[in-house]
């Protein structure tokens, strides 16, 4: 279903040309295998593209370190490279939210549309959230694991998808979050202007009381200056259950909105 090429240090993994451009953008520390349930439908009607970040599953590593800018880069290039396909639908999940946000943001031209999982809108809240003690010991723990043995990880609980996942993670990958510096990972960047944004788009939001990163407070600013947005909030934790592919009310939401405007 999914062809796997390398584009400079990039791990991309296209599907058949069966439709127009979506391009599909992972979070942070996951890879392109996190959409896996849901290609079979994409794939039917869409030309999809899929790839992981540097220093995430089989693309290459940064040994400079990583950076919110520096993961911006690649996704600019992965659409840069199919831009000749013409504009590409994006649909990112948390960081890769972010992203989609700010290539719409940086060129309407090659986006026509934008769907986010549960990505923040204000970096101030994003920052002071990660900085927090709880996240800051979890990301620890997940730059302990990251990069070992699989079948390490699998003696520790890991389920075999997450064990690969965390297995071909670059535990650099998390200096920043398990630092508490978040800041420096996202020094390079800003907040979207959303008004700068041209194409449709469909806002997400998990419950936050379940983990979710988008907070209540960053939303009616965004919706109240851009009524043209869609937005959609889901009881579910941050990962919007899209490992459960068509049954994932995220997923549902994002077809139908995709469907309207083929």
Known sequence: MMREFSLQVLNIAEGPANGPLLLLLHGFSNRWQVFQPILPILTERWHVVAFDFRGHGKSGRAPGGYTADGFYRDAESVLAHFAADGPAVLIGHSMGGSIALHLAQDYPQRVRAVVTGDTSFDLATHIAMMNSRRQTKLFGLRRKLAGRPVDELLRRGLLPEGAVEMSQLDPAVMDYHAEGRVEGF??????????????????????????????????????????????????????????KGPESPFWQAALEFSRAIE
Do not use: W, Y
């Open 186 to 243: 996202f020094a390079d960047v800003g907040d979207v202007n959303f008004d700068k944004i041209q194409c449709p788009v469909l806002l997400t939001q998990a419950s936050p009381e379940k983990g979710g990163l988008l907070q209540d407070a960053e939303i009616p600013s965004v919706l109240a200056a851009h009524p043209r947005f869609q937005f959609m909030r889901f009881e579910t934790g941050h990962d919007l259950e899209i490992e």
